[in-house]
């Protein structure tokens, strides 16, 4: 998983960021595009989300494909899609690409001076847990600046590991 080396916040001890400056890593094999959205606010992404998880459901998504996998997918979907509308500026987009073996998923908003930022210390039941959560089941992440553009990342591995022979 991409990590940085330095802390995110200044003093005695700071902490690792789990979401280190990085561009996603693309594949050197053709990808095809699963989706593009465009939420206008939390009602609509929750209306694209559902969506989405009926296409995969009904065969938007690659052969093999793990259905553990679809649901890391739709949940890193559901947490960088809102973090973006609440934390960022409009508009936010969203798409997700498949590849041989892995999803992007790719959100960006107009706010390129705005990090992802996890929440440390917090009470995990005031929320805001978000990103260490697609930092766990995520095989890769990172965020990068793209223009004026702010894009967040997520891969996530679609077929199980084959066993060693």
Do not use: C
């Amino acid at each position: 998983m991409s990590t940085a080396d330095e802390g995110d916040s200044p003093g005695p001890r700071a902490l690792p960021s789990l979401w280190a400056s990085a561009s996603p890593h693309r594949p050197p094999r053709a990808t095809s595009t699963v989706g593009r959205w465009e939420p206008a606010g939390l009602a609509q992404l929750t209306a694209d989300r559902r969506q989405f998880a009926v296409a995969l459901h009904d065969g938007a998504r690659p052969a093999g494909a793990e259905e553990g996998a679809v649901e890391r997918l739709l949940l890193a979907y559901e947490e960088l899609a809102s973090n973006a509308l609440r934390h960022g500026r409009g508009p936010v987009r969203i798409s997700v690409t498949t590849a041989a073996a892995s999803w992007l998923l790719e959100v960006s908003d107009a706010s390129p001076d705005t990090p992802p930022r996890p929440a440390v210390g917090r009470d995990p039941a005031h929320g805001g847990l978000g990103l260490h959560l697609v930092a766990r089941i995520s095989q890769a992440h990172g965020w990068a600046v793209d223009g004026r553009r702010k894009v967040v990342w997520a891969r996530i591995d679609h077929l199980a590991p084959r066993a060693e022979e």
